[in-house]
């Protein structure tokens, strides 16, 4: 399991890489890849030429843990 998911998020950010704009900017201005078969997401901004991963987190369980952290 651990192994699916690990390929699973470095599938998800190849695709963003690729194309991040596929994803909607949500308020706040970080956008969100939703995690096939696991109940989790990536939260990235993108920053000029740069993409900047805020969180792998889960989708249900405090989704928004990592917003108070971001600096």
Known sequence: MGKRFREEVESKCRAVVENPLAWNE???GYRRANLGGFPH???FLIDEDEIV???VG????RPDYWKGRVI
């Open 26 to 28: 949500r308020r706040g």
């Open 41 to 43: 997401y990536i939260a």
């Open 53 to 55: 991963v805020m969180a």
């Open 58 to 61: 889960h989708s249900s369980r």
